[in-house]
């Protein structure tokens, strides 16, 4: 039942997120019109390593904080990366039953907010105080009284939203000028930060590989990273669309009343893995993440000038 539900919820995030990312319709429609795959690699989300109180004690808005919904789902953590010079740790998890369900893997990292200049980290930490704690003091506990999967999935979709108050324009602005990152968390949470399409599995012969199909979104107008990050060798080559920009609330600093300003939400991976030797004559497709990769792709937020 929970590979069911995880597949369930991806799903649902999926449309969320699409919605919002056109650049993701975009290569849906690209590779479904050449008799293509739309598979997942995996999905990213993104956190902050602080702690809060809430009526139900202190709680770390960090990955602990989605982890253990995911962990609930039965995904286990199987790397970790650490980025010291952006202040943001990682770990990717995988489901045992992963490829059965053809689930994806996840991506979730958290920018470590006590690393931070004081002030920063105290209008970070003031922002994100005014959390609704909604996540179900056991997600177990909704798994074994609900039966409904779908019902299931909705209710734990409303995790992967942002839980704290609109954060303040200034607040956004001065975050922004130290961390992207944190800027970006602050206004958007626990949505999904990007989803990847999984080139191995387009099975399409218009498009075989990483390159072709990042030349071919080029062409068709959808704004693509400069460079493919990653070579053969090391078993995973990356690329992404820029970021797109929409519309988001913060709280305007003279009139205290919500206002909508311009600001990158999320761009769409693809990837491309490859075999990697394990052994002296055993090869097996590399599953895990390259941490420079990684490190290049966090920037794709970034706001433009």
């Known amino acids: 039942m929970k590979p069911q539900i995880a597949l369930h919820l991806w799903k649902l995030l999926w449309q969320q997120y699409s919605a ?10 690209m590779i479904t019109a050449a008799g293509g795959n739309v598979a997942n690699d995996h999905i990213a989300f993104r956190s902050l390593r602080l702690l809060v109180d809430t009526p139900q004690g202190k709680i770390n808005l960090g990955i602990g904080y989605l982890e253990q919904t995911i962990e609930a789902l039965g995904y286990v953590a199987a790397g970790e990366y650490t980025f010291a010079k952006t202040h943001l740790y990682a770990r990717h998890y995988h489901h ?26 105290q209008i970070i930490s003031q922002t994100v105080s005014s959390i609704e704690y909604k996540l179900a003091s056991s997600v177990n506990s909704l798994l074994e009284k609900e039966q409904n999967t779908e019902t299931i999935a909705k209710q734990l979709q ?44 387009q099975n399409t012969a218009k498009y075989p590989d ?18 493919i990050e990653g070579n053969v060798a090391c078993g995973l080559r990356q690329t992404a669309t820029q970021a797109v920009t929409e519309m988001v609330t913060v709280l305007d600093d003279k009139s205290g009343l919500e206002i909508q300003i311009p600001w990158t939400y999320a761009y769409y991976e ?36």
């Open 158 to 201: 409303q995790i992967f939203t942002r839980p704290w108050l609109p954060p303040w324009r200034s607040v956004v602005e001065e975050v922004n000028q130290v961390t992207q990152y944190g800027a970006w968390v602050l206004l958007h949470g626990y949505a999904v930060n990007h989803f990847t399409g999984y080139v191995n599995a």
């Open 20 to 29: 919002r990312v056109n650049h993701a319709r975009t290569y849906q429609q």
């Open 210 to 227: 990483i390159d072709s199909t990042a030349s071919s979104l080029a062409n068709l107008g959808v704004p693509m990273k400069a460079e």
């Open 96 to 121: 045992p039953q992963q490829e059965e369900f053809n689930l994806p893997k996840l991506f979730i990292s958290e920018l470590i907010v006590d690393e931070l200049p004081s002030n920063i980290a």
């Open 270 to 305: 693809i990837a491309q893995r490859y075999p990697v030797e394990v052994e002296p004559g055993k090869q097996v497709l590399f599953d895990a993440f390259l941490g420079s990769n990684a490190q290049q792709l966090f920037e794709m937020t970034r706001l433009s000038k």
